[in-house]
């Protein structure tokens, strides 16, 4: 079965940094781009970061980009996102998603299919 | 602010069919298939509908989405109580991707259902 385990989230001061990992386990991890997604309080899912199947792409939310890092270590089988430079409207629960594909006659489409349960992190003084 | 327009909530009574609504534009749900994911508080979201109208094994058939033009909407009928739940729809933004491999991936704001 195909599984996704967050850790690493925690309360940290602004301006302090976190890493998140989140572990996969029944699939090639290796062959999937992966996502972090985040919830802030009340809000809506929005993306944050993303890599692709060998870890040579990643692309960023404005929102984020020079402050946080989207790695993956295939061997461990595992994804993670170093978060530096804080801030409080970093709150929120952080979700790593796999990107699948299919194929519609020969249509290639690709979405989020599977899902961890998620890690909190809270910024704040 | 969402670029996929959801209504913040519906309710129904057990046994009801309600309908999210979830809208956009040709940048996105008009040039792209729309996806649908469930979502408890506390627990991974979950993936409900995939290309418009398919569920994933194990989603049970009174789930159903379906899209038009820049919109799109999920049914659920026969409302139950542990259908009570946060519901997202999702696609791809193509006038957001820039220089990008992929599109952006857009989220509508969310809908929570509840049961009356």
């Known amino acids: 079965e195909v599984h996704l385990v967050e850790s690493g989230g925690g309360l940290v001061q602004p301006g302090g940094s976190l890493r998140l990992s989140c572990e996969a386990s029944?699939?090639?991890?290796?062959?999937?781009?992966m996502y972090w997604v985040r919830q802030a309080p009340g809000k809506g899912l929005v993306w944050v970061a993303r890599i692709n199947n060998d870890g040579k792409t990643t692309d960023y939310a404005d929102s984020v980009k020079g402050r946080f890092t989207i790695s993956r270590d295939s061997a461990k089988n595992t994804l993670y996102l170093q978060m530096d430079s804080l801030r409080a409207e970093d709150t929120a629960v952080y979700f790593c998603?796999?990107?699948?594909?299919?194929?519609?006659?020969?249509?290639?489409?690709?979405?989020?299919?599977?899902w961890g349960k998620g890690t909190t992190v809270t910024v704040s003084s | 602010q969402s670029v996929l327009t959801q209504p913040p909530s519906v309710s129904g009574t057990p046994g009801q069919r309600v309908t999210i609504s979830c809208s956009g534009s040709?940048?996105?749900?008009?040039?792209?298939?729309v996806f649908w994911y469930q979502h408890l508080p506390g627990t991974a979201p979950k993936l409900l509908i995939y290309r418009n109208s398919q569920r994933p094994s194990g989603v049970p058939d009174r789930f159903s989405g379906s899209k038009s033009g820049t919109s799109a909407s999920l049914a659920i009928s026969g409302l139950r109580s542990d259908d009570e739940a946060d519901y997202y729809c999702?696609?791809?933004?193509?006038?957001?991707?820039?220089?990008?491999?992929?599109?952006?991936?857009?989220f509508g704001g969310g809908t929570k259902v509840t049961v009356l």
């Open positions: 999702a696609t791809w933004d193509d006038s957001l991707s820039g220089p990008r491999e992929l599109g952006i991936w857009v």
């Open positions: 998603t796999r990107l699948t594909f299919g194929n519609y006659y020969g249509d290639y489409y690709y979405y989020m299919d599977v």
């Open positions: 040709g940048s996105n749900i008009g040039n792209n298939y």
């Open positions: 029944g699939f090639t991890f290796s062959s999937y781009w």
